[in-house]
């Protein structure tokens, strides 16, 4: 997770366990700002994007499968898997992108 957004996250426990701390992850890259919290323990994720200080998008999902960060030819991609069949993916670089599988897709 630290090298698909760049940094370390920020711990909203400094003594807890990972697994069971709220990390938050900060990107801005032109004219985005996104924000990715988890919860390792509770499989909980937040997500939201804002453009310029507007919200643009915004998930919230608990019970997540599986985050995954896929290494592209360019860039990387983290996919959130919701379920078997459904996946939310994000991608940072060159410009921030936001897509969605639902269903398992052909």
């Known amino acids: 997770m630290e090298r698909f957004f760049g940094t370390a996250p920020s711990k909203s426990d400094a003594d807890a ?24 323990s509770y499989r909980h994720v937040e997500l939201s994007i804002r453009c310029p200080n507007e919200l643009t998008y915004q ?13 592209g030819p360019t860039h990387d ?12 993916f994000i991608r940072l670089l060159p410009s921030v992108l936001v897509a969605q599988q639902v269903g398992g897709g052909t």
């Open 59 to 71: 998930l919230t999902a608990s019970a997540v499968s599986d985050l995954r960060v896929l290494g």
């Open 17 to 40: 366990p990972w697994p069971y701390n709220g990390l938050t992850f900060n990107f801005s890259g032109g004219p985005y700002q996104v924000i990715f919290y988890i919860m390792p």
């Open 77 to 88: 991609t983290l996919e959130i898997v919701i379920s078997s069949k459904d996946s939310v």
